[in-house]
């Protein structure tokens, strides 16, 4: 039966457009877009079952699950400012090579623990891992893409990352079924397999030094001065830190709260939030951006500040499926107005020849991805959740105050 024209029409614009798209960048571009739906849906189906696996595998408490959680995003944020002098001293191809190797087996390393210091080593490892990689890769991307298509590929980048989440958490609970070592050893496979063709590719094309632009080097002495000088950025860290802090619950916390509280398929409860929280990014993302370009970012922090505490609240009444689902898309919407946000009031404050350090220094704003899950691993363990989502409905709100208490003095200044 001869299709209809509309319809071969539709199929040719459809390859054109895919055939387009595979020309206009890289092909080692084209890799690492892919590689990154496939390691955040890895990462995605084993990292947020983390604190369940230490809670059903060990003897660890809430409140030490909690700081073993949270461990990789502190040393991610010193491996921050160590990556650069690695980077100096043995090129960056080979770091951000080693540390995706590296990950890889740290991954399977967790499937195969057993103690406690291994589990923490091992997510500090993590932590510093990810610090290495990422920062190298996105400089790749950009050496190997025109300058005025590189706002494109980082939000492909931001796409592929929440497509790779919203499957991972839905996998991870079926394979975690089966087995609760299985999703961090298929993690630690997905790592490996592709690190072995990323650096298959990268000598493919010749591609044995990642220089990429010349930036001003920025190391903890450096940002910490800048910390030190600059009373408005302190204000804009406290108001991260509180950021940071709530935002952090959503996973370690509330996969924890959930199992407590002994709902049906606790798990596959978790996962499916977690997909949602990707999907409400992918679809939102666009239009809250377009609603965000039109006011202040303080104002976005604040509203998105509001949904944080309200979807916060939502978990603390929520006794069934439903109520946690919205809550989640309440919660989802303020990761999405804070964080691009909270991004253009440090762009704002920075001096031109200071940026690089700026940023840098932003990165002390993962103390509150520490903090969050241990401070939560402490309120689940002396009280219960309910109580503990209820508190931290107020931390967002501080944090808008210490922003806006950063703005007030900024325009003073000006």
Not at 14 to 43: C, D, M, Q, W
Not at 85 to 106: E, H, K, N, P, T
Request: one cysteine or more; a positive charge.
């Amino acid at each position: 039966m001869p299709q209809p024209a509309y319809a071969t029409s539709y199929i040719k614009r459809t390859l054109n457009a895919a055939r387009s798209f595979s020309k206009e960048y890289h092909p080692i571009v084209h890799s690492i877009l892919l590689g990154t739906i496939l390691a955040r849906a890895g990462s995605s189906m084993s990292l947020p079952f983390l604190a369940l696996y230490l809670a059903k595998n060990t003897d660890m408490n809430p409140v030490m699950i909690g700081f073993v959680s949270g461990a990789g995003a502190l040393a991610s944020m010193v491996g921050g400012f160590f990556g650069g002098a690695l980077s100096d001293a043995f090129g960056r191809r080979r770091v951000m090579m080693g540390a995706l190797y590296l990950w890889g087996a740290v991954f399977i390393g967790f499937g195969l623990a057993s103690a406690t210091w291994m589990f923490l080593a091992l997510n500090l490892l993590n932590g510093l891992c990810r610090s290495f990689y990422e920062p190298v890769s996105q400089a790749l991307m950009a050496d190997l893409t025109p300058r005025e298509k590189r706002f494109r590929i980082f939000s492909l980048r931001y796409l592929c990352i929440n497509i790779g989440v919203s499957v991972g958490p839905l996998l991870g609970a079926l394979f975690g079924m089966m087995s609760g070592r299985l999703p961090f050893i298929i993690t630690g496979s997905i790592y490996l397999f592709y690190a072995i063709v990323l650096q298959l590719l990268l000598r493919r094309f010749g591609i044995r030094n990642i220089e990429g632009d010349k930036k001003e080097q920025v190391s903890i002495g450096s940002a910490w001065r800048v910390i030190r000088k600059d009373t408005v950025f302190r204000w804009y860290l406290a108001g991260g830190v509180m950021g940071g802090i709530s935002y952090s619950q959503m996973g370690i916390t509330l996969s924890q709260y959930i199992e407590i509280k002994g709902l049906n398929e606790g798990v596959n409860l978790f996962a499916l939030l977690m997909s949602i929280n990707a999907i409400v990014v992918v679809l939102l993302q666009v239009p809250l951006s377009r609603w965000m370009e039109k006011r202040k970012p303080i104002v976005s922090i604040a509203v998105g500040s509001a949904m944080y505490a309200l979807g916060n609240l939502g978990y603390a009444a929520a006794d069934g499926r439903i109520l946690f689902m919205v809550a989640m898309v309440v919660f989802t919407l303020g990761e999405i107005l804070t964080f691009p946000s909270t991004n253009l009031l440090i762009d704002g404050l920075a001096p031109e020849g200071l940026r690089g350090t700026y940023y840098g220094a932003q990165s002390f704003n993962n103390l509150g991805q520490f903090l969050g899950p241990f401070l939560g691993g402490m309120m689940l363990d002396a009280w219960n959740g309910s109580v503990l989502f209820t508190l931290m409905a107020a931390v967002p709100i501080l944090g808008t105050g210490f922003y806006s208490y950063g703005q007030t003095l900024f325009h003073r200044k000006k």
